[in-house]
Each structure stands twice: as C-alpha cells, then as structure tokens.
C-alpha cells in the first residue's frame, strides 16, 4: 500500500467510525425520549384512571348516603371536597330528570349497577355520570379541567413537547397542547382509562425532529474521531519520514563507501602495515652491513623480507584499483521494474522536490530490466540529486522534471531531462571522470560511480544537453528475459 492509499484508507475509516458513532449516540438518544415519553404517558393514564375510579366511588358512597339525615343533603357539600365535580343533582322517586339524556342514562345504570356517563362535551369540557338508586338517584356534572391531579402531572403543562388528550368517539379534549410542528419521528401513545363507566381513551405523542438529535454529543464524537485520525495520520507521517531517513542514510552509506575519504582510509590501514614492515627491515639491513664485518647473510635475508612487504603493499593497491574500476556485480543481477526503481527514489526525494515545486511525472508501465538493485537506486538516486541541484540554481517558475522511461531493443531506457543550467560544452567530455566537478564541495565521484556501476551491468549511462535549455541523462540497461 502506498502512503496516499494508506492515508485514503486511515481517512474512510474515520469518516467511517464518526457517521456510525453519530448514528449510534442519535438511535441512543432517540431510545431515551421514547422510553421517558412512554413512562410519562403511563403515569398521566394512572392518575386518571385513579381520577375516574374515584368518581366511582364518589357515586357510589352518594347511594349509601341516602338513608341518613336527608335535612342537611350531605351531597352538596361534595363539590367543595371534590373539585372536579361540579354540581349533584338528586331525583326521587317522585321526580322526573330535567333532561332526556340524564334519564336514558339513570336506565342504562341500573342496568348495568354501576355509573354511566353523558352529555360529554369537549367544548365546555363537561361531562355527567348517573347513578341509579332507590329510592334516590344522583347525577354528578364533572369539570375535565379540573379532573386532572396537575401537582402530580409528570410533565410541565405550557412547555412539555407531548401533546396529551383524551379522546371519546373520535372526539378530542386537548389537556396539554405539546408541540405541534413537524417532526420526523412521531411515538404514540393510546390507552383506555381504568374505570368502564368512563371509557374515555388517553391519547399521547410526541414529535422528534432534526434538532432534537444530541447534535452536540455527535459533534463531540466527530471531533474526537478527528483527533484521533489526525494523530494517526501525525504517526504515519513520522514514520514515513523515518523510513525515508533511515533508506537515504543507507544510501548515503553506499556513496560514502566509494567515497575519497573512505577509499583513503581504507588504503591508509591496508598499506600501513607492510610499509612499517619494509622501513623496519632496511633499517635493520642497513644497521647489519654498518657491522664491522658486515653481516652479509643476516642483511640479505632482511632486505628479503622488504621486498615481499613491499610486493604486499603494491598487491593491495592492484585490488583496491580493480574494486573501483570494476565493481563486481555482474554476478548478482536480478530483475527489477525501473519504474518502480524511479518512484522509490523520488519517495527518498520528496520532501526537497516539495521545497523545490517540483513535480516530476511518471507513467504507470513496467519495464523490466536486470540489474542489481541496491546498484539501480544509487544510480538513480545519484541522477535524480544532481537534477535536482541543477534545478535549484533557476527560478521556480521554469523548473521542470521529466522522467522517461520505456523498453526497445532488449534494452530498459531511463531518462532524466532537467531544465537546469544545462552542462557547459568543456565539462561534458569530463564529466564521468573521477574527481571531476564543478560543484563547492563536490566530489565528482557520483557520476563516475554511476557509470561504472552502469557498466559492471552491462549497461550504459551518457550525458547531454536538451533544447531549450538543461541536461539530459540516459541509463541503459539490459531487458530481463520475459518469463
Ligand atoms: P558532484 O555532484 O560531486 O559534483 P558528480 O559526478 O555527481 O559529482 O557530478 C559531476 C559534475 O557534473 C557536477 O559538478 C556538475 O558540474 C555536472 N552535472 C551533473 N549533473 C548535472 C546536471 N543535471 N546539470 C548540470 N550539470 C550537471
């Protein structure tokens, strides 16, 4: 996975865990006013339930009242106990009720022997329960507004959202208004009261719209989610970083190892001991044939040993040459896809490309050619850095960097066009030479290396200038056999 598609991916999760967080603490949210919604509902049908039970039981106790002392009629006193009820009509047996409604219901109670309910008026809010009795009947007139315990009511009247009625025959009496608007969740709520001489049904609900979502607890997630990706992202970066530090340092090892300070000092501890060695031995010969007389032997066998030292001294010179004209890895080739060679150099590169806006293209083939692949990336390594001191030296505006790369002929083709200052027509001759630059503090051992990295693969590496202006360097390498 590259670093783009891991960042894609490390982006989506997170995008990922916000939405189905949000939508895990909103479904939350959404549990919690349904169930307070419901156990609200559940306590308003008690209370009146326990409301119209009591009516009952109002009627009833006015049946048993009858037989005691009728002077002071005991019933009118009932509505000052009593709020809700508002007024009781007695008929004896010589009465008759003022109304139809009241006597149709007084037939329909002792039918029934218990209360029975009329003249239920939701516009005045008013409704009448008949009991019938000998030798007396009753008939209570009963104020819904004043039915409902509101010291005991779950909710607060004016702002609670729920709107809560009581409904009888399709007909409505609203006791609290709730919130009308639209909402795109709606619950429900219906249950028929308690007490059958009053079938009245409590009829709840409840709106939920956008903004009663936790938008804040869902933000909170987001953020936090955020966070977290962006140290994630903090993290990768850091180790892409490392990673890259750690790939140029080696390849800085690499170079070093070919460098001049290396190579001397390397010399330096290969010649150092067979030169003591020789010094000693004349010193010594010479100090033998100083004798009086002269050790002939003893001083020839010492000069012997000189000269073997000295032999030693010259062979380590002969391997260090053959080591850098001719670096061993021909044996060790294997097939490797430049471009793949190529992006992993600029990777390495990345950020001195960005501090140079610099955007070298790259097309998506794959060549594949033999090479020794820690050999390739110096090489290319080596082209791409001395591109891209050549682009430092113009002004951002007219920096290009074209990379080629393409197969003809049994040969893998790389080429690295820069629009730098381009090579002056005295230095091109000399520029694979060792030693040679034209840079402060400059080797001139990159190019050098190269080339005979290029060749100890049975490749080639040239230089040359491009129209309008820069340097153009070609490495050529053999195709891998396709398989
Ligand atoms: P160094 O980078 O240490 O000078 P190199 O062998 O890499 O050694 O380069 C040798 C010389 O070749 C450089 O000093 C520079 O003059 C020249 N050179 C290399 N690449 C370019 C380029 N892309 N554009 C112009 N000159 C270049």
């Known amino acids: 996975m590259t670093p783009r598609h891991g960042r894609l991916a490390v982006l989506l999760t997170g995008v990922a865990v916000a939405a189905i967080g949000s939508f895990v603490l909103a479904r939350l949210e959404l549990g919690n006013l349904r169930s307070a919604f419901e156990t609200d509902a559940r306590i308003v049908h008690r209370l009146l339930s326990q409301r119209t039970a009591q009516h009952e039981a109002v009627m009833a106790m006015l049946t048993l009242l ?78 819904l507004r004043n039915m409902v315990p509101w010291e005991e009511w779950p909710m607060s009247r004016e702002t609670s959202p729920v709107r809560v009625m009581l409904e009888y025959k399709g007909e409505q009496f609203v006791l609290q208004p709730g919130h009308a608007g639209s909402g ?46 962006a140290a994630l992202l903090a993290l990768e970066r850091q180790r892409a970083e490392r990673r890259r530090a750690e790939e140029l340092l080696r390849l800085g090892q690499v170079a070093r190892l070919n460098t001049l300070g290396e190579l001397a000092a390397g010399i330096a501890h290969e010649l150092n001991q067979p030169l003591t060695a020789v010094l000693a031995n004349t ?52 097939p490797v896809s430049l471009e793949a060679a190529v992006r992993n150099a600029l990777y390495l590169l990345e950020p001195e490309l960005r501090r140079l806006e610099v955007k070298p293209e790259l097309g998506s083939t794959t060549t594949t050619i033999l090479a020794e692949p820690v050999a390739l990336e110096q090489i ?52 694979f030479e060792p030693f040679f630059t034209t840079r402060d503090g400059g080797l001139g051992l990159g190019l050098s290396l190269c080339e005979s990295l290029a060749v100890g693969m049975g490749g080639t590496l040239t230089a040359a200038n491009h129209a309008p202006r820069g340097a153009a360097f070609t490495l050529q390498l053999p195709l891998a056999p396709a398989a």
Do not use: C
Request: charged share 25%; net charge neutral; no cysteine.
């Open 66 to 143: 009858q037989s005691g002392n009728r002077a002071q009629k005991p019933e009118q006193r009932i509505p000052s106990v009593y709020p809700q009820i508002l007024a009781v009509q007695q008929r004896s047996d010589d009465e008759t009720w003022p109304d139809a409604a009241l006597r149709t219901a007084e037939e329909e109670s002792s039918r029934s022997r218990r209360a029975a309910m009329t003249g239920v008026n939701f516009a005045t809010g008013r409704y009448q329960l008949v009991q019938a009795a000998i030798p007396a009947s009753y008939a209570v007139q009963i104020d």
């Open 184 to 229: 795109w969740w709606q619950f429900d709520f219906r249950k028929r009261l308690a007490a059958e001489s009053q079938p009245f049904d409590v009829v709840a609900m409840l709106k939920v719209g956008w903004t009663d979502l936790p938008w804040i607890k869902m933000l909170g997630w987001t953020l936090l989610t955020a966070a977290a990706l």
């Open 283 to 334: 010193q010594a010969a010479g100090r033998l044939l100083d004798d009086d007389p002269p050790e002939l032997g003893t001083a020839r066998a010492a000069m012997q040993r000189a000269a073997e030292q000295a032999r030693r001294a010259s062979d380590v010179v002969g391997r260090l040459r053959r080591v850098v004209e001719r670096p061993d890895i021909a044996g060790q080739l294997q």
């Open 380 to 431: 290319i390594h080596n082209l791409l850095s001395n591109a891209l001191q050549a682009l430092a030296q113009v002004p951002a505006g007219t920096r290009t960097l074209q990379i080629d790369v393409h197969a003809g002929a049994g040969k893998g083709e790389l080429t690295v066009r820069d629009s730098g200052p381009g090579i002056a027509a005295d230095v091109l001759p000399r520029l």
